[in-house]
């Protein structure tokens, strides 16, 4: 490993110059409304969905969208052998390494290339009015998730990040736990989410050149838990990060301050098994979430304790379906985004992780690309 990097020069700094900027930036993209699905094939679930890449996050994607009625009919990938063999292998129709093949034949396209591709493959398909579901994080930085953003609204084609876990119906309940006060007043948000990978300078998950580290692949998911819980991003922050040989965040630490005072402490990491729980805490009780990226339950504690509530919504198939019907809903009404999980939202959440990356030096090739 490299070391460590840190942004220590103060408890806390605030990482934009006016509060104002952040309230503008969270606001400036309503939900947008497009032309009416005349067909109504997503209402009926008989949604046509193509694919871009065939990692192993496809699979999951698979199970989901077949078990809530959908149709996978179309694979494309960069290598024509290894896509075949992908399609043969789970029942999907055709196969291709041009994403052009799949204009006028979907009703949706979900991107799951490496993260360094997500603005690539996306602007492609957007251009060409295909509606993109995008795996997280959208793209690399918000220069690129702006451009996205942009090229939407231009075609009026339908874009949203697969940040699944904002689709939960876990955390729908844990906002209205907070919202009825059962907590008290939020004083801490606490996180981790790590796992110990084999370094592979070639890999996605250590080599610059496709962004990897923690923080895009999975610290994404304890921001995305303290902004579901605070209902904004860190008024201030602090980073402290292990770099691994190549410059990537093999492990990171962020400590943020909310407008409320409330507090959250967030760790990441692809070198160290941290665990996927979560702890809410407020002056009334706490609140535990295992597994809290893919939730399934959730228990309330007392002060004193006691249990006082808990929460079980199994997923239907594996979590993945909530997002693929929020897009099924969103194009049968004609809508440009999702309210759940808006361009505003993916946009803010790229500032603040470009931000978390500048205070612990991880740079990609891409942060200094003109973009035209």
């Given at each position: 490993m490299q070391g460590t990097a840190s942004h220590r020069r103060q408890p806390f700094e605030p990482w934009f110059q006016d509060r104002r900027d952040l309230d503008a930036l969270l606001t400036s993209r309503p939900v947008a409304q497009g032309r009416p699905n005349s067909e109504?094939?997503?209402?009926?679930?008989l949604m046509r969905w193509g694919i871009v890449g065939h990692g192993g996050i496809v699979?999951?994607?698979l199970s989901a969208a077949r078990g809530v009625g959908h149709e996978v009919v179309a694979v494309v990938g960069r290598d024509a052998p290894k896509v075949a063999a992908f399609a043969d292998d789970h029942d999907i129709g055709a196969s291709?390494?041009?994403?052009?093949?799949?204009?006028?034949?979907?009703?949706?396209?979900?991107?799951?290339?490496?993260?360094?591709s997500h603005r690539d493959v996306s602007v492609t398909l957007l251009n060409a009015g295909v509606p993109v579901l995008c795996e997280k994080p959208m793209a690399v930085n918000a220069a690129q998730v702006r451009q996205m953003i942009?090229?939407?609204?231009?075609?009026?084609?339908?874009?949203?990040?697969?940040?699944?876990?904002?689709?939960?119906?876990?955390?729908?309940?844990?906002?209205?736990?907070?919202?009825?006060?059962?907590?008290?007043?939020i004083q801490m948000v606490e996180a981790n989410f790590g796992f110990n990978a084999p370094y592979d300078p070639n890999g996605r998950l250590w080599a610059p050149e496709s962004a990897g580290g923690s923080l895009l692949d999975v610290g994404i998911y304890t921001l995305t838990l303290a902004e579901l819980v605070f209902q904004s991003q860190p008024?201030?922050?602090?980073?402290?990060?292990?770099l691994s040989r190549d410059g990537v965040d093999a492990r990171l630490s962020v400590t943020a301050e909310y407008s409320t005072g409330g507090l959250a402490k967030l760790n990441s990491a692809i070198n160290t098994d941290l665990g996927t729980d979560a702890r809410i805490v407020g002056s009334e009780g706490h609140v535990d979430i295992p597994c809290f990226w893919r939730a399934e339950q959730m228990t309330l504690t007392s002060l004193e304790g006691e249990k006082v509530d808990e929460v079980h919504e199994p997923h239907r198939v594996n979590g993945f379906e909530f997002q693929i019907t929020e897009v099924a809903r969103c194009l049968e009404a004609g809508m440009m985004?999702?309210?759940?999980?808006?361009?505003?939202?993916?946009?803010?959440m790229a500032v603040l992780m470009d931000e978390i990356r500048s205070r612990v030096g991880v740079v990609y090739p891409c942060d200094g690309e003109a973009l035209s």
């Open positions: 109504s094939r997503c209402d009926a679930g699979s999951t994607f291709s390494c041009d994403l052009g093949d799949l204009v006028g034949e979907v009703d949706a396209v979900y991107v799951a290339t490496p993260h360094s942009e090229i939407s609204q231009l075609s009026g084609a339908f874009l949203m990040e697969a940040m699944w876990t904002r689709h939960l119906p876990v955390m729908a309940a844990c906002r209205k736990w907070i919202q009825e006060g059962r907590l008290g007043e008024l201030s922050f602090d980073a402290e990060a292990e985004e999702s309210p759940v999980v808006p361009g505003s939202w993916s946009l803010a």
